[in-house]
């Protein structure tokens, strides 16, 4: 590896004496190398078209033989194949790249011929070129290069373009070879990128504001989780990376905004999976005067919208299922989907003692942690029913001790007005009709705080600023969180939470001893 860095070295000096670069500062491309392939899919084979063209990008192959080379040049877009002929190159000067210290608007021109563009560019070197289209006579769209500038000297060689890069854990530690190499992947990218824009339009074409809040919290709060500590050394206060934007956001409402969001990114101390991520993206949604019945048609209609979009259709596939997210879709309570995958009715249970006693005759697990008969009656739901709800389904109605801040049912005592929307198995949406009452809302955050003593690090503790905003008073409100990076693996089919976040968190790399930091066998 350490002879191929050198070697691109000596061809980088080779070409600084030539003018070219090897490291420059712009180019003007004229075309992206796919509309040139749209616009010119007329081009008959053996032909020409005398329009010049300027593109730029990386070379990811090349094939030299005798006196002609094919290059493949791959910009943003995709790729176009480079027709180099020695008797076009060996006529015409290469246009000099603006170089790094150059004193004039270009650096010395060098002539542009075959050898040094056969010999000096590698697999993997950013060029821009300039020339005519020609379709081979296999029916390649080409640019018949003219002229040609070294725009950035690649010291480290691509994967194996065969291959591309076989090992997972590479892919996401050095993300930047698998866009390189992988077209997959960028595309999963772009769809997350249009899902997010898609989601802001649709929310803000309804009057819904995004109002940032923060990020450093001194209370915790809005989830059950375990938060990243830190420490502000000016204000000498410690501070934790915030595990939600609920608490806040219903702030806003207290202070008068009907419709909020914010779509941002949340830090949960927890473990690692194919569906977890400490640092994930979520949306919050808040709904002034609407319930969590309202929320349930918010939701289907704004992430079908948004599938419409992205994917063209509401009808997809994910690892090999059929997925329809056209609404309306399913619901029902926790009670009922229990009842009918295991047979237990957890209304007919008094006490938590006769729930686990019948959980462990279906062979189910009862916690010493789920200490009530609304908590054995979530373990029930998450070992026998979250897996199979493959379809799009909104679960209601759940026990109030994991809910400590849903509104209380208005019709089935210990129950609160909340949903989760479950698709391939996955929590992909959570909701509630919002607990307004502040006297309620104390005595449910006093509860927790309780659970945190006794040992429950992911238990929420008392915001007292936030209770007291309860007490200045908050209307009837509905409110909505959606989790982007599991959203954005349904719509692009991907198996893990790390294809869809570019960066994910890994454990720190063991290297070989002596080898740099950065470098990566193909």
């Not at 005398?50 to 094939?63: C, I, Q």
């Not at 830190?230 to 990376?241: M, W, Y």
């Not at 955050?445 to 936030?466: I, P, T």
């Amino acid at each position: 590896m350490s002879e191929l860095r050198e070697t691109r070295l000596e061809k980088a000096r080779a070409l600084a004496e030539l003018g070219q670069g090897p490291y420059a500062l712009r180019f003007d491309p004229s075309h992206r190398t796919a509309a040139l392939q749209q616009d010119h899919a007329d081009l008959a084979n053996g032909e020409e078209r005398d329009l010049e063209v300027a593109v730029a990008g990386r070379v990811m192959t090349r094939r030299v033989m005798g006196k002609l080379a094919f290059f493949t040049l791959a910009d943003e877009t995709g790729p176009i194949q480079l027709y180099l002929e020695k008797a076009t190159l060996d006529g015409a000067p290469t246009e000099g790249a603006l170089a790094d210290g150059a004193a004039g608007p270009e650096a010395a021109a060098a002539p542009g011929n075959f050898a040094q563009i056969t010999s000096l560019v590698d697999a993997g070197d950013l060029i821009g070129v300039r020339g005519t289209l020609r379709r081979t006579d296999r029916g390649e769209l080409s640019v018949k290069v003219t002229s040609w500038s070294m725009l950035t000297k690649g010291l480290q060689p691509l994967p194996d373009k065969w291959h591309g890069l076989a090992d997972v854990e590479t892919r996401y530690r050095q993300r930047y070879l698998d866009l390189i190499v992988s077209p997959q992947t960028r595309e999963t990218f772009r769809r997350r990128a249009r899902m997010v824009s898609a989601m802001r339009r649709w929310l803000d074409e309804r009057d819904f504001l995004e109002i940032e809040t923060p990020v450093l919290q001194s209370v915790p709060g809005g989830a059950d989780a375990r938060p990243f500590e830190t420490h502000h050394n000016a204000l000498d206060l410690p501070l934790t990376l915030r595990i939600a934007t609920e608490l806040h956001l219903k702030r806003l409402v207290v202070g008068g905004f009907e419709r909020v969001y914010e779509l941002g990114r949340i830090f949960r101390n927890e473990g690692i999976s194919t569906r977890h991520n400490p640092e994930f993206t979520s949306v919050e949604i808040y709904q002034a005067y609407a319930d969590y019945n309202d929320m349930m048609d918010l939701t289907e209609q704004l992430i079908a919208s948004v599938c419409e979009q992205v994917c063209g259709s509401t009808t997809i596939t994910y690892q090999g299922t059929e997925i329809d997210l056209t609404p309306p879709w399913r619901r029902a309570t926790m009670h009922e989907l229990v009842q009918q995958a295991c047979g237990l009715d957890f209304n007919a249970y008094s006490s938590r003692e006769e729930a686990a006693a019948a959980m462990a005759a279906k062979g189910l697990e009862a916690p010493a942690l789920a200490d009530s008969v609304g908590r054995l009656l979530n373990e029930a739901f998450e070992q026998t029913v979250e897996a199979n709800l493959i379809q799009p389904t909104f679960v209601t109605d759940y026990p109030v001790e994991i809910s400590p801040l849903a509104r209380s049912h208005r019709s089935k005592p210990g129950l609160v007005e909340r949903f989760e929307l479950f698709i391939v198995g996955r929590e992909t949406a959570n909701a509630f009709s919002e607990l307004t009452d502040p006297v309620d809302q104390r005595q449910r955050l006093e509860a927790q705080q309780d659970r945190r003593a006794a040992g429950d690090l992911e238990a929420q503790g008392v915001d007292e600023d936030f209770l007291q905003a309860l007490e200045v008073g908050m209307p009837p409100t509905g409110g909505l969180g959606i989790g982007i990076d599991r959203l954005v693996m349904l719509l692009t089919d991907s198996p893990s939470i790390r294809d869809v976040i570019a960066f994910p968190l890994l454990r720190p790399e063991v290297r070989p001893e002596g080898q740099p930091q950065g470098h990566q066998e193909p």
